[in-house]
């Protein structure tokens, strides 16, 4: 079966300081991955997907950047945070084709910038 | 007109009760539709896709309608346990990651 793992699960970070975080795929080859963010009061916000390694599409243009060094490996990552990068984040896999497939998501990050 | 949108709620409704979500979506070229559960401070899980012809998976109930372009939750008998915020999923497009709605949060008591 599959399984996706993302950490940390939780961190607190100071304003303009770096951020990494990871996900991993296992039994599965080839899928979608996303990263979502849920800020407080507001919805799932799509904030990048890749469809192979090396592809990365971003949907809202920010201070976040996404790289998928292996096939089920999926890396968030900020050079500087900002207060509002707080939120809780959530990285997703598909199975690989269409991207309107059915996603399932790993527990969570949960980031407080202070 | 945002791309998805739900009535936040919440929806506070005894046990046994009936309970009905709607969610509407703004382009009519979307071809897949889902509803997903989250409890507090976990990650959405998904409770069912949602099929053209409607479908049910025990006490839940998912339909689509095209034409007004929303689907819709019904939860029948509904249990403490079903405290939580559904949350609708559409994509925007073929071929487009899914997009989410805000939630719709429901609370049963006893």
């Known amino acids: 079966s599959q399984t996706i793992h993302q950490w940390p699960a939780t961190l607190v970070q100071p304003v303009g300081s770096p951020l990494s975080l990871e996900c991993t795929v296992e039994?599965?080859?080839?899928?979608?991955l996303y990263w979502y963010r849920q800020a407080a009061g507001r919805g799932l916000q799509l904030l990048f997907y890749s469809v192979g390694i090396g592809q990365i599409s971003s949907e809202v243009p920010q201070n976040l950047s996404a790289s998928r060094p292996q096939d089920r490996q999926f890396i968030l990552s900020s050079k500087k945070l900002l207060l509002s990068d707080s939120g809780f984040y959530l990285c997703a896999w598909s199975s690989s084709g269409q991207l309107g497939n059915t996603i399932y998501f790993g527990e969570g990050s949960w980031l407080t910038v202070v | 007109r945002k791309e998805v949108e739900q009535d936040p709620g919440p929806f506070n409704v005894p046990e046994g009760a009936t309970v009905a979500f709607n969610c509407t979506y703004s382009n009519s070229a979307s071809q897949s539709f889902f509803w997903y559960r989250q409890d507090c401070r976990k990650e959405p899980k998904l409770l069912m896709s949602?099929?053209?012809s409607g479908n049910e998976d025990g006490r839940f109930t998912a339909q689509l309608n095209r034409a007004s372009q929303y689907i819709s939750l019904l939860i029948r008998d509904s249990k403490l346990s079903d405290s939580a915020t559904y949350l609708c999923?559409?994509?925007?497009?073929?071929?487009?990651?899914?997009?989410f709605g805000k939630g719709t949060t429901l609370s049963v008591s006893s």
């Open positions: 949602v099929y053209s």
């Open positions: 999923a559409v994509n925007h497009q073929a071929g487009t990651a899914l997009i």
């Open positions: 039994g599965t080859s080839n899928p979608n």
